[in-house]
């Protein structure tokens, strides 16, 4: 079972920024699609960005693009969510997925269907 771990939520200003990082217990860390995704009360689970294995390959939802940035470090075992921008309709509990298939598809769609998921990190954006 791996073991998958957020942090850096908080409360931040609409405009600020917050750095989500994320750590798998996985010695195959940098074989596997990795994904942020958040939920805010009374919607669906949806997909914020996932990148590939190697992190050649990057998805963002079209609310997010060009102010979060997803990027990995492999040989620490971490992903991370850079949010610049940030905005009060962010606010969610967000959560890291880590692939449970090596050099799966870095898509959002595919990885939320057969992630091992973290307990989520709250991040709540005041107006």
């Known amino acids: 079972q791996v073991q998958v771990v957020e942090a850096g939520g908080g409360l931040v200003q609409a405009g600020g920024s917050l750095r989500l990082s994320c750590t798998a217990s996985t010695s195959t860390f940098g074989a596997i699609a990795m994904g942020w995704f958040r939920q805010a009360p009374g919607k669906e689970r949806e997909g914020v960005s996932c990148i590939s294995a190697g992190g050649s390959s990057t998805y963002y939802a079209d609310s997010v693009r060009g102010r979060f940035t997803i990027s990995r470090d492999n040989a620490k075992n971490t992903l991370y969510l850079q949010m610049n921008s940030l905005k009060p309709e962010d606010t969610a509990m967000y959560y890291c997925?880590?692939?449970?298939?090596?050099?799966?598809?870095?898509?959002?769609?595919?990885?939320?269907?057969?992630?091992?998921w973290g307990q989520g990190t709250q991040v709540t954006v005041s107006s």
């Open positions: 997925a880590a692939d449970r298939v090596r050099y799966g598809s870095a898509a959002c769609a595919v990885l939320r269907g057969r992630a091992y």
